[in-house]
C-alpha cells in the first residue's frame, strides 16, 4: 500500500486495522449458518471464500484498486482464521485417549504448537523474501 498506492503509514494501519474487523461480520453469519449447515460444509464453504478473497488480492494490485485489495484481504484472513478453527475443533474431537504416544491430546497440542508457531512463523518471512527476490513482485 505504501509504495504501490502511495499511502502514508497511518492510514494503512487504519486500513488494514478495519480488514480485520472484518471478523466479525464473518464470526456473525458462522453464529447464523452453523444450526443450518454441516461444520464440513461450513469449512468448504469458508475455504471457497478464502479463495475468492485471495482473487480479490490479486486483482486489487494488479487494477491498482485498493479498496479491493483490502476487502480480499479482510475476507481471505478472517475466513481462513474460521476454517482453521473449525479444523482444528474436529481434530481435538478426534483424538487418541490420554496416554498414547503421538496423538492424544496434550502430545498433539504440543505438535501443532511446535510446527505452526516453531516452523510456520519461523520460516514463513524468510521464504516469503526469497520468493520475492527470486521471483520478482510482479
Known amino acids: 500500500l505504501e509504495i504501490k498506492f502511495h499511502w502514508q503509514q497511518r492510514w494503512i494501519g487504519l486500513a488494514l486495522g478495519a480488514s480485520f474487523l472484518m471478523c466479525v461480520p464473518m464470526m456473525t453469519s458462522y ?12 469449512i468448504r464453504l469458508l475455504l471457497l471464500c478464502s479463495m475468492c478473497g485471495c482473487l480479490m488480492l490479486a486483482a486489487g494490485s494488479h487494477m491498482m484498486i485498493p479498496g479491493c485489495f483490502l476487502l480480499g484481504d479482510g475476507v481471505s484472513f478472517s475466513t481462513i482464521y474460521l476454517a482453521d478453527a473449525l479444523v482444528n475443533g474436529i481434530m481435538q474431537q478426534n483424538l487418541l485417549p490420554l496416554g498414547s504416544l503421538f496423538a492424544d491430546a496434550n502430545n498433539w497440542t504440543w505438535y501443532c504448537n511446535l510446527l505452526s508457531n516453531g516452523v510456520g512463523r519461523m520460516l514463513g518471512p524468510w521464504l516469503a523474501r526469497w520468493c520475492l527476490q527470486a521471483g520478482g513482485f510482479r
Open 31 to 42: 453464529g447464523l449458518l452453523r444450526t443450518h449447515i454441516a461444520v464440513l460444509n461450513l
